[in-house]
């Protein structure tokens, strides 16, 4: 019997329907794979050759697929590559940082089209800075030249506690932001502003979507991102899956306990990761030692205002043999490589992605530091498989990665309208 388009098209409406799953699997893989062939398709989803030509012809009569290129091929034609139709949709990504806001607005498959980074002054209380994030979002719509009816979602992420599943801030453990930020709806807020689909997710896990879909992380199903900037966290992907936990909190690298008699942290506990190696407690041991009267190029840098003091200046001021600036970036890398090794053996990683502005600041002073100290302490075995690598993705990277999470919820809306 021959099966005609219409009524394939009528069997994919059911999403019960064995048709409407295939379809369904076709486009994310379209979505997850940029440029992918008819024949990988059907390689990877084990349908025959004839399915696949008729459901992504499907696709592309609904609009949704275009034929995007040539893939490269050692030998023989070329086969003809696939993507998402660009103009299907625009997104906003944002990472709410602590210290600087990241707008940016991308196509429906992730490519940048505007971006725009400001100071989050979040000093200034939460009301402020939730309207003047809303305002900034506004402003990247109309800067991009986006139609408003084009826009389709906007992703957010946030260096608090984030509860994904009902969109709030669950909790901001930073130092005078606890009681503003406890419970706050942010995903609502940003629906009722803009009428869009909205996500929000923890500002590590968006920055690893980052690296796997654009970064290192590309093509690697299991791989964990570090990432130290004025927090300290990282996220897991597991079978290419960005792995949660049943609770939602997985990946608080920066609260492992690295001394049990450190300093109090803002979590509660003493001697936190965080409270002695992330961007923060670097900049404030660089300072105080300054104060105590010891030489750095990192006062000069300061323009001798030492509140002005960054980590961008310390990286530099380490760049260029400054001793305290080597020092104190040493300590900290040291207690974050004792704390990798523990996870290294737990988890027999193959691939650490280090990222945030700590990493960005020097790359090339923390690589080696880094391998030493795992080798050093991890099991041989777990050790000598993992590799070190740090990200070069700039620090955009959260905005895309939040705007990359939320194009999984609008594809999903564009295919059922379709349907
Ligand atoms: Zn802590």
């Not at 429906?108 to 939730?130: C, N």
């Not at 030249?145 to 509860?163: M, Q």
């Not at 964990?224 to 992907?237: K, L, P, Q, R, S």
């Not at 530099?316 to 053996?345: P, T, Y």
């Amino acid at each position: 019997m021959v099966i005609t388009r219409s009524l394939q098209r009528a069997q994919a409406q059911n999403p019960e329907s064995k048709s409407f799953k295939n379809e369904w699997n076709v486009l994310q893989l379209i979505h997850a794979n940029r440029n992918i062939s008819r024949i990988e398709l059907s390689k990877q989803t084990c349908l025959s050759a004839a399915s696949i030509t008729a459901i992504v012809q499907n696709l592309i009569d609904r609009g949704l697929v275009v034929e995007s290129g040539h893939n490269s091929s050692a030998l023989g034609r070329k086969p003809v590559s696939l993507s998402l139709r660009d103009d299907v949709g625009f997104l906003v990504g944002v990472d709410l940082g602590s210290f600087h806001t990241r707008v940016v607005v991308t196509n429906i498959r992730g490519a940048l089209v505007y971006k725009q980074e400001s100071e989050t002054g979040m000093q200034d209380g939460r009301d402020l800075v939730l309207s003047r994030t809303m305002k900034k979002i506004h402003k990247a719509i109309d800067d991009s030249g986006t139609p408003k009816n084009a826009l389709k979602g906007i992703g957010i992420g946030h260096s608090g506690v984030i509860d994904v599943s009902k969109g709030l801030v669950l909790s901001f453990p930073r130092p005078g932001q606890m009681t503003e930020w406890k419970n706050v709806p942010l995903r609502d807020l940003l629906e009722r502003e803009f009428g869009v689909p909205c996500l929000l997710e923890d500002s590590v896990r968006a920055i690893a979507t980052a690296e796997k879909h654009f970064g290192l992380g590309a093509g690697l199903s299991d791989f964990i991102y570090v990432d130290v900037g004025m927090g300290i966290g990282a996220a897991i992907f597991l079978d290419g899956k960005l792995y949660r936990g049943p609770g939602g909190s997985a990946g608080e690298f920066g609260h492992m306990t690295v001394d049990e008699h450190g300093p109090l942290c803002c979590c509660g506990n003493y001697g936190c990761l965080e409270i002695l190696a992330s961007c923060g407690a670097i900049i404030q041991s660089v300072r105080s030692a300054i104060e105590k009267g010891v030489d750095s190029k990192v006062r000069e840098l300061a323009q001798g205002d030492l509140n002005r003091i960054s980590i961008e200046m310390i990286g530099k001021a380490a760049l260029q043999n400054d001793s305290l600036s080597f020092r104190v970036l040493h300590e900290a890398v040291s207690h974050i490589a004792v704390a990798l090794a523990d996870v290294v053996n737990l988890l027999n990683p193959h691939v650490l992605i280090f990222g945030g502005a700590l990493f960005r600041s020097a790359p090339e002073l923390f690589l080696e530091p880094l391998k030493r100290t795992i080798k050093q302490r991890a099991l041989e075995k777990s050790a000598n498989e993992v590799q070190l690598k740090i990200s070069t993705l700039g620090s955009e990277a959260g905005a895309l990665g939040a705007g990359r999470l939320i194009s999984e919820i609008v594809v999903e809306r564009l295919y059922r309208i379709a349907t």
